[in-house]
C-alpha cells in the first residue's frame, strides 16, 4: 500500500502577521508533524510511504496530483492550517479529480478547531483531531484490511461524525515511545535558519503542551497539559541528526525550559557525550538561574528565543503573559553574559494598545539589546481565548473564522484587536520597529563583524534587504 503525507504549497495563503518582506526571508523548515507520522507508519509492514515538502521541493499542487495517480497511491494525509485552507482545498481537489478512489485525510490545527466544517467542504474524506501517530496507526490497521470507512477514535468522517460530537484531543503521554521524525524521507540539505550559520538545520520537538495561561496562544490541538520527553530520548535524537549530517537542531517547544531539571540534563549528556552540534530554543524568561546559562553554552546553545510581548506591564498582565519586565531585563542579561545569541518576541495590538504602549514596548527592545527581534501583529487566532474576548467585547462582530471555515475564499482577512489602534496604525507601527531596530548603524556593524561564512552572509544580507524594503 502506498500513503503520500503532504505539506501543500502555499499560494493562495491568508496574509501573515509579519511583513510580507520579513516573511519571504526567514529560513526554510521541515515539515514535523508529517515527519513524525511518516516514521509511525513505515514500520507497516507492505507500506510505502512519500513525504513531500511542496513549497521547499518546487512542487505544484498539479505536479503533486499528477504522482498521486501515477504512483497509485491510496491515502493521502495532509496539513491544513488555517492560513493555508485554500491551498489545501486545491491540493485535495485536484487529486480527487486524478484519482477519484484516494482517501483524503486532513490533519493539523484548522480541522481540529473546525472539523465539522472542513468535512462540509466535500473535498477531504477525513479528518484528524490532536496528536494523530497512535490513531492514524489504528487507521491504517483497519484500512489495510479492507475497511474503507474505519472508525477510529480522533479520526473523523461524514459517516460518524454526527456519533462523535464531543471533540477528541488524542494527547499522547508517553512522547518518548514515538519515532523521531523520518528526516531522511526528505533532503536535508535545504533547511536552514535565516539566524544560523550552520546549514542544513532541522527543527525538533521535546514536549507538547504548554501548562501557561497566556490568552493569545494558537496551539489548541496539543493542549495545555505539558508533557515532555526524557533528556536521554532528546540526545537521542540530536544524535541521529548528527548521522544524517544536521549541524543545528532547533527546537519548536512552546517552553523548551518548563522543567529546568530536564534541561540541565540534556546539556549534562551533551557534555557527557561529547555531542557537537548547535542547537536553537523557544524559553519563558525567569524559568533559568543565571549560572545555568553558562552550561547550556557550554553544551553548545547558539541561541534562545524569548517571548516578552510588551514593554508595558499593564498589557503584561491583560494578557496573562505571568512574566515582568524586570524578568525579562535579568534573563537577557544572563545569556548574554553567558555568549548565547537571544531573540526577543514582541506583539503589536495587544490589548490595550496604543501609542504610548508601542512606544514603550520598542524601548525595551532596545534596553534588552538582544541579537535580534521578531515584532508582529496580534492575529486573533480561532480557538484561543482572546478570540473569545474580542467576539464578548465586540472588538469583532461575528464569528469570521468559523464563516471562513465554512465557505473559503481568497479575500478573507485575518481579524486583529482594534480598540486604540486601527490594522492601518499597527501595519505602519510594525513597519516602523522593524527598521528603527535593525537600521542602526552600530547594529548592521556588529552583525557584519559576525558573520562566519558564505550562507550566513547570504541570508542576512537577504533579510536585511527585505528590511529595507518596509516603509514606515
Known sequence: MKIALVYPPTRKSVPSILPR??????????????????AQLQEFPGVDVLVRDADNQGLSAEEISREVMEKGIELVGITVLSFHLLDAMDLAERIKIRSAKTRIIAGGPHPHIFP?????????????????????????EKFISGNQLPEVEGILSANNFEQKTERQLCAIMDLD???FPARE??????YFSVLSPNKPATTAISSRGCPYKCVFCDRPHLGKRFRARSAENVVAEMERCVELGIREVIFYDDNFTTSRERVLKIAELLLERKLKIAWDVRARVGDLKPEDYVLLKRAGLARIHFGVESGDPDILEAIKKGITIQDAREAFISAHKAGIETLAYFMIGLPGENETTLSRTIDLAMELKPDYVHFSMLMLFPGTPIYSMALERGIIKDDVWRKFAENPGPNFQAPVWEENLKRADMEKALNKAYRKFYLRPGYLASRLSRVRSWHSFKTQARMGMSILGLKG
Open 21 to 38: 518582506e520579513v516573511e519571504s526571508s526567514r529560513g526554510a523548515f521541515p515539515p514535523l508533524g508529517i515527519l513524525y507520522l511518516a
Open 116 to 140: 465539522e466544517e472542513t468535512l462540509k467542504l466535500g473535498v477531504f474524506d477525513y479528518v484528524a483531531l490532536g496528536e494523530a501517530e497512535d490513531s492514524l496507526r489504528l487507521f491504517l
Open 177 to 179: 515511545k514515538l519515532k
Open 185 to 190: 524521507l526528505l533532503g536535508i540539505e535545504n
